[in-house]
């Protein structure tokens, strides 16, 4: 095998600000530790945290990368001295804490997991970030069941598509929110039972009607602002609202009283800064439940686009249009 290079292309954060802050640059190409895998990265997805860093909003977490990229796809060509469980040659997607948008990426083998069979390197770049988040959210925090309803808020973004298509393998019955038509159509061949277009409905209405009053089980929610008090009417007595992420806003009003009387839970959480351990454990999770039905053909994730590494700015500018309907990808040339 040929010798590592000593620098790489990566994507830089030249100052925080639009899309165009986003351009290639030359960086040494970094070195495992014990436990770790060096990656050759042949695809990486881009997620909305990668637009906040770019905004100065989510500064990476301590000893991370300042590079964006959170998920990747490719070849180990280098292992730490004590990692166990791969070898140079693998074929692996992983979660990472930064590093994705380069040539070459660091991550933790315990955060690593096969690349399912038949998946191309850009579909299998689009599952850690996205599913581990679903996972943990929808069926660990959110403790989702067969035969209940759940509200996934931003139906069609890469989240969105991915909690439908687990919702629907897991039993539940399925409602999205989504900002069109052909967003809303998008979801229900995705399997969603019930698409909410929020710019023409009031889904707090549309959920009631649908469900005789009684409310959802479950709300993932990415949205906060407005909508957790709107979660709080939808939800069913002793409904569980997880929340992901604040488009609209990390400050709220609320009424509490539909908390206490409803006993409802409102919880969350982010990924991005958990310790590897936890990664580890939502890892190993996917591994045995989801990666059979990967396997299987009965999951795929949905790819909106694909952009080459030296066009990330394009990705994140299709991005905040919010035209897309799941994952936007990068690929990183041979």
């Not at 955060?111 to 988040?133: G, K, R």
């Not at 019930?194 to 409310?215: H, L, M, Q, R």
Request: hydrophobic letters at 45%; aromatic letters at 6%; proline letters at 6%.
């Amino acid at each position: 095998m040929a010798p590592l290079p000593d620098r790489m292309t990566a994507i830089g954060i030249k100052t925080p600000g639009g899309p165009e802050a986003l351009a290639p640059e030359e960086r040494p190409v970094p070195r495992p530790g014990p436990t770790e895998l060096l990656v050759r990265v042949k695809a990486a997805g881009v997620n909305r945290p990668d637009v906040m860093q770019r905004k100065g909003h989510y500064p990476p977490p301590p000893g991370a990368p300042d590079i964006p990229g959170l998920e990747i796809a490719g070849d180990v060509v280098a292992a730490g001295g004590n990692v166990k469980r791969w070898k140079v040659g693998d074929k692996v997607c992983a979660l990472v804490a930064g590093g994705g948008y380069a040539e070459y990426c660091v991550t933790d083998e315990s955060n690593a997991l096969s690349i399912p069979q038949a998946f191309s390197y850009v579909e299998a770049a689009a599952l850690p970030e996205t599913f581990m988040t679903v996972w943990h959210n929808v069926f660990e925090r959110g403790a989702l069941k067969s035969g209940e309803t759940i509200l996934i808020h931003g139906g069609s973004s890469g989240i969105g598509t991915t909690a439908i298509m687990l919702a629907k393998q897991f039993g539940a019955t399925v409602f999205i929110t989504a900002g069109s038509a052909d967003k809303c159509e998008a979801c229900k061949k995705l399997g969603a039972d019930v698409a909410i277009d929020y710019n023409k409905e009031d889904f707090v209405a549309v959920v009631k009607e649908a469900t005789a009053k009684k409310g959802v089980d479950l709300i993932l929610d990415m949205i906060g602002g407005d909508y957790v008090d709107r979660n709080f009417d939808a939800a069913a007595v002793e409904g569980r609202i997880v929340q992901i992420a604040t488009q609209k806003g990390t400050k709220v009003t609320v009424d509490l009283r539909r908390l206490m009387l409803k006993r409802l839970t409102h919880t969350g959480s982010t990924l991005r800064a958990r310790p590897v351990a936890d990664k580890a454990a939502i890892a190993g999770a996917l591994q045995a439940k989801v990666w059979p039905l990967l396997e299987a053909g009965k999951v795929r994730p949905v790819i909106d686009s694909t952009f080459s590494l030296a066009k990330a700015s394009d990705a994140h500018a299709r991005m905040e249009t919010s035209l897309h309907i799941g994952k936007i990808m990068l690929e990183v040339a041979a």
